[in-house]
């Protein structure tokens, strides 16, 4: 089965700063990939899906890039309302979809 | 507006089972694939499978096959996931969500675009 590994599984940055959140996968899954925003106590938010293509409605802070194994995502210009857990997903060959583990990003 | 609506907590002994409906309402449910998801406390998201609302096909993450059963019930909209011998590892909250509407180019891409507002359930003896 295809493994997502994302990296780092924390980070803590000022608000302001430029984060990169890196996700790979085991084997090459094309552009089929997206990125989901959960914030404790809430429901999991799609941000980017076909690795950059931004949901309606997310801010253009929010970036996406990769294809084949190695993504990204960017949040330029972090924000207080982005502290959360990302996760990456790949949902290519069904019938499985694999979340990555997550990457908690704080306010330092 | 469209809507996936999930039954209430649940909590439950040991060994028992639990059934979590989700409602969708907005779109036509048997255009698009439901899928289960949980988080257990303090874990990630873990994928445990779709349903076809259409033709009722079903496919289930190898982690929860012989104890997951989804259904669904077309007359209301309603997809159901039946969960059987709890355990403590089973206290998670479960999603459901939707895929199948996010389309690029001549490609459809099945990430979850709504999804339901999570169902805590609770393994306690």
């Known amino acids: 089965d295809i493994q997502m590994t994302q990296s780092p599984s924390s980070l803590s940055a000022s608000v302001g700063d430029r984060v990169t959140i890196t996700c790979r996968a085991s084997?090459?899954?094309?552009?089929?990939l997206a990125w989901y925003q959960h914030k404790p106590g809430k429901v999991p938010k799609l941000l980017i899906y076909a690795a950059s293509t931004l949901q309606s409605g997310v801010p253009s802070r929010f970036s996406g890039s990769g294809s084949g194994t190695d993504f990204a995502l960017t949040i330029d210009g972090l924000q207080p309302e982005d502290v959360a857990t990302y996760y990456c997903?790949?949902?290519?060959?069904?019938?499985?979809?694999?979340f990555g583990q997550g990457t908690k990003v704080e306010i330092k | 507006q469209v809507y996936l609506v999930q039954s209430g907590a649940e909590v439950k002994k040991p060994g028992a089972s639990v059934n979590v409906s989700c409602k969708a309402s907005g779109y036509s449910f048997t255009g698009y694939y439901l899928h289960w998801v949980r988080q257990a406390p303090g874990q990630g998201l873990e994928w445990m499978g779709w349903l076809n609302p259409n033709s009722g096909d079903t496919n289930l993450a190898q982690n929860f096959q012989g104890r997951v059963t989804v259904t669904r019930d077309t007359s209301i909209n309603a997809a159901y996931m039946e969960l059987s011998r709890l355990t403590s590892d089973d206290t998670a909250v479960y999603y459901c969500?939707?895929?199948?509407?996010?389309?690029?180019?001549?490609?459809?891409?099945?990430?979850?675009?709504?999804w339901g507002q999570g169902t805590m359930v609770t393994v306690s003896s």
């Open positions: 969500a939707r895929s199948g509407s996010l389309v690029v180019g001549y490609y459809h891409h099945d990430a979850f675009d709504v």
């Open positions: 084997q090459g899954i094309y552009n089929y």
């Open positions: 997903q790949r949902y290519n060959n069904a019938p499985a979809w694999t």
